[in-house]
């Protein structure tokens, strides 16, 4: 009810952004139904212009760029938002836990982290992907593991500042029990900046999965994915054909439709008004 | 543009403040005169408009307020009317603002000799060399310690009450013919208050400087100001001068504000001092890291009684407070509940020790958690302690809800955000009480409130603890409130206890030479109270 309450007053922006959300979503859901084609099947001549039977024609290979728009929307899009939720579970479990018990294991996780971030993270993660291999669970991990890095160091330093309020005062005093204090006290109050962070990091993730495709190291051939679309057809734009902007339009897209989300909530969530 | 004109003229003044996408009134009708070296003293509760008409003398209205209606005429320039670049040239060098918080409204990131230069230098009205020397002769004349080197400070590095004076010095800068102090002392203590009143009061007079002076507490309006205006609700109640004003207020709701001073509760009698008190402090000495701030601290907390811990900020009251709780074991001495040795640290404390003694803190903003509800917030203590669940859990919420006086079905879906600041201090007491403790901590739990409302806290608490025959230890700067509510009174100073005793023989003279200081420091609701004070504080050093 609330939340149907407040998206009556949400800016056209906000709506923008649901609207596109819901798309993307509705679109890799449903991609088989959607694509009139396989997504790894051959069905035509290499680079067909734009015509009735393909829509946005085909690629060096002969496949419908329309279906395997649709499907890079299931791979792209699923894998970047199971990798951002995995940093942002790993970051900010460790970032809160790392404000509320301090001592030590702040000292402990805090130092790790800046080990890890001192590390350029694409070269990281190139290396890291090198040793162990490129498949779609590593890639995962890998960058879950460094983008938590960076969600730990926000989240400990927005619960920082919420540790020091005088309602956990009084929650440690009543001997409420560390996962409560974190998730009932600290969490709530946490949320507007972690969410905002959710928006840009998932933005961040997705083009470093797009980046990685691109350079051959991310989501492997034949499986369909924006970043390495852009490269495998990037040769057509010298004739003047936009295809290979497709797929860098629906990454483009989708960036500026979950900004506009985290936008609104943001400003929700700070209690500004207009 | 001298001669009989006033310096301020404000008629029918009418400003709106946004709430949503509406406007409403907050300042309604309100007209004001001003002659040069005039202090005009504005007092009310919160909410009343006192701030927003002192801004709105300097024809500024803060963000979502407009100045809606009326006129302000300062030495004949109609503000209203006036180009935001004429404004600008008016304020800082004909008319200055000092700010409630100095701390707040310094930038931590300059040297004050800096931002006092800043006024004169920007309007071109002095050099900056010149500007630096005026400054140290300024802040003399504030009676600043050190005032030559003083300047060159960074706010973080001198006191409140020094921060206070600086930032006055500042607004002298420019010898501007208006200042407006917008409760300067409040965040003071009494001994510091008295300090920094002396020094505006000189100042103004020697520059014959006209001043509104903004401040909800009437005893010090009264050392200030030559005429008094009541406001209540953005609408004026009445004016007339100082002496007249004390003597006869001529308003009801004047005279309910004249009588919140007078409130006093019984003294509870101690039964009998054999019994073994609910809650002991021996011979308590405690640090934060290196600095010692409580030495050798003891006192006992008997049933149904108060204990008020009164002393300066820096005195040890709240550090006492918190080795009490837990929060910071001490380093020698014991804290024993009804005879029995309590673990130092709250970690160790069982449940059951932790319900005994539970905690009202001053700023009810930021003690309640602003993202759940009362349900919770009053529920979560019974529940935790007393294992109350589902319907049990509610209506014990709600007769809580009664008890403080808020209405069940109204209050009990509400965010903290939704409650007024009295409000919410009456959720933290119900918080408290949820836990059924025998000693409850009040710390400062009335200081961030209007006189009226605190009143209010104050009888509630009262009955409360005749109710559950609780025992309170009230931490408090207020003398006032050591007054209407004590039963037993602890001075502190600088980490030490230097006088207890039952509150009759405290306000009775002999004192301790502290307690003596800071009783004489209380103001009180006459007019000439600081000049006798000053002079027999000078007398008695010319003495020594």
Do not use: K, N, Q
């Given at each position: 009810m609330k939340i149907i309450k407040s998206l009556r007053t949400a800016p056209p922006t906000a709506w923008f952004g649901f609207v596109v959300v819901t798309i993307y979503l509705i679109v890799a859901i449903f991609a088989p139904l959607i694509a009139p084609y396989g997504e790894r099947e051959i069905v035509g001549d290499e680079y067909v212009a734009w015509d009735s039977q393909f829509i946005f024609g085909t690629d060096a290979l002969g496949r419908d760029m329309f279906t395997r728009l649709v499907f890079g929307a299931r791979n792209t899009v699923g894998i970047a938002f199971v990798t951002t939720v995995l940093a942002f579970v790993v970051g900010a479990v460790f970032g809160l836990l790392a404000a509320v018990v301090g001592g030590w294991l702040d000292q402990l996780l805090s130092r790790t982290v800046d080990v890890l971030m001192a590390i350029p993270s694409l070269i990281f993660k190139l290396l890291l992907l090198t040793i162990f291999g490129t498949s779609v669970v590593n890639m995962v991990l890998i960058i879950a593991l460094i983008d938590s890095t960076r969600v730990y160091r926000l989240a400990r330093s927005v619960a920082m500042n919420i540790v020091v309020m005088d309602y956990i005062e009084a929650a440690r005093l009543r001997g409420e029990r560390l996962p409560r204090l974190i998730i009932r006290e600290i969490l709530p109050n946490a949320m507007a900046p972690l969410v905002a962070e959710f928006g840009l990091r998932f933005c961040f993730v997705f083009l470093a999965i797009s980046a990685l495709s691109f350079l051959g190291l991310g989501i492997q051939p034949p499986t369909a994915d924006w970043g390495s679309m852009v490269r495998e057809n990037a040769s057509l734009i010298s004739f003047g054909d936009i295809t290979p902007l497709l797929p860098a339009a629906a990454i483009a897209l989708l960036t500026v439709a979950v900004n506009f989300i985290v936008d609104w909530m943001l400003h929700r969530a700070s209690g500004l008004k207009d | 543009m001298t001669g009989p004109q006033n310096l301020l003229e404000i008629k029918n003044l009418c400003i709106e403040g946004r709430s949503g996408t509406s406007w409403s009134n907050i300042v309604n009708g309100i007209d004001l005169t001003l002659e040069r070296g005039e202090v005009i003293g504005l007092i009310g509760?919160?909410?009343?408009g006192k701030s927003t008409i002192g801004l709105a003398a300097m024809g500024f209205a803060r963000?979502?307020?407009?100045?809606?209606d009326g006129t302000i005429l300062f030495d004949g320039i109609d503000l209203r009317a006036a180009s935001v670049s004429a404004r600008r040239k008016l304020r800082g060098n004909r008319i200055a603002y000092v700010a409630q918080s100095a701390a707040a409204s310094f930038n931590p990131a300059y040297k004050l000799i800096d931002q006092y230069c800043e006024g004169p230098v920007l309007h071109g009205s002095m050099e900056r060399d010149k500007a630096e020397s005026d400054a140290i002769e300024l802040y003399r004349r504030m009676q600043l310690p050190s005032p030559d080197e003083i300047g060159f400070r960074y706010p973080h590095q001198v006191s409140g009450g020094q921060l206070q004076r600086a930032m006055t010095a500042m607004a002298m800068a420019c010898r501007p013919d208006l200042i407006v102090f917008d409760e300067p002392t409040t965040a003071l203590d009494v001994t510091t208050q008295i300090e920094v009143l002396s020094a505006i009061r000189d100042i103004v007079g020697q520059f014959n400087t006209a001043a509104i002076y903004i401040t909800h507490d009437l005893a010090v309006v009264a050392q200030m100001a030559d005429r008094i205006k009541v406001l209540l609700r953005g609408e004026e109640v009445e004016e007339s001068d100082t002496k007249t004003m004390l003597k006869t207020p001529k308003e009801e709701y004047t005279k309910s504000l004249w009588a919140v001073r007078t409130y006093a509760r019984p003294e509870h009698p101690l039964q009998s001092t054999q019994e073994t008190p609910v809650l002991s402090v021996e011979n308590v000495s405690a640090s934060y890291g290196d600095l010692q701030?409580?030495?050798d601290a003891s006192f006992d907390i008997h049933r149904r009684q108060t204990v008020a811990v009164v002393g300066e900020s820096g005195s040890g009251k709240s550090t006492a407070a918190r080795v009490i709780s837990g929060l910071l074991p001490p380093e020698t001495g014991t804290v024993k509940f009804e005879g029995e040795r309590l673990p130092p640290e709250y970690k160790r404390r069982s449940k059951n020790q932790l319900r005994q003694i539970q905690m009202i803190y001053q700023m009810a903003d930021t003690a309640l958690n602003p993202k759940h509800r009362i349900r919770e917030l009053i529920g979560r203590p019974a529940e935790l302690y007393l294992g109350l669940r589902g319907k049990a859990l509610e209506e014990r919420v709600r007769e809580l809800l009664s008890l403080i006086e808020l209405e069940p079905d109204e209050y009990i879906d509400r965010m903290p955000s939704e409650l007024s600041g009295g409000q919410k201090q009456r959720i933290g007491i119900a918080r408290a009480l949820a836990a059924e403790p025998q000693v409850i901590i009040c710390d400062e739990v009335t200081s961030a409130l209007d006189q009226l409302v605190a009143e209010g806290i104050l009888k509630l608490l009262d009955q409360i603890q005749d109710k559950f025959g609780l025992a309170y230890m009230f931490i408090t700067h207020d003398l006032a409130t050591v007054r209407s509510i004590a039963d037993e009174v602890v001075v502190m100073k600088e980490g030490r206890v230097v006088e207890t005793g039952p509150k009759t023989k405290m306000f009775t003279p002999p004192h301790h030479p502290y307690t003596e200081l800071l009783l004489s420091s209380v103001?009180?609701?006459?007019?000439s109270w600081l000049d006798r004070l000053l002079e027999s504080r000078a007398n008695k050093n010319v003495e020594k």
């Open positions: - | 509760e919160s909410g009343a963000d979502g307020c407009r100045i809606s701030v409580l030495f103001p009180e609701m006459d007019a």
